[in-house]
């Protein structure tokens, strides 16, 4: 069973920095993608940033293109990312999912605030 745990979320001023990781356990078979998601308040998780295990090829989403960076490790246990010059509409839970061929698993996530 493979388990994954984010940590490096917390409160951070407009204009700030945090970075995010990801760590799994268990073992991994088959990986496709590593992502970031997020959930603010009152609204649906959307996708974030997305990275592909074979070709690095990196996906964001249009509101945090030029301010964050996703990366993953080639032993496929870790994915980051790194989030410079937040702004409060960053604010919401951030989880992570790793999917494979023919699964896929969720962290529990982690709390992200951006003051105004």
């Known amino acids: 069973q493979v388990q994954l745990r984010e940590s490096g979320g917390g409160l951070v001023q407009t204009g700030g920095s945090l970075r995010l990781s990801c760590a799994a356990s268990?073992?991994?078979?088959?990986?496709?993608?590593m992502g970031w998601y997020r959930q603010a308040p009152g609204k649906e998780r959307e996708l974030v940033a997305r990275?592909?295990?074979?070709?690095?090829?990196?996906y964001y989403t249009d509101s945090v293109k030029g301010r964050f960076t996703i990366s993953g490790d080639n032993s496929k246990t870790t994915v980051t990312l790194q989030m410079n010059s937040l702004k409060p509409e960053d604010t919401g839970v951030y989880y992570c999912?790793?999917?494979?061929?023919?699964?896929?698993?969720w962290g529990q996530g982690t709390q992200v605030t951006v003051s105004s």
């Open positions: 999912k790793f999917v494979g061929s023919w699964w896929e698993y």
């Open positions: 268990g073992s991994i078979a088959r990986l496709s993608s």
């Open positions: 990275i592909s295990y074979d070709d690095g090829i990196t």
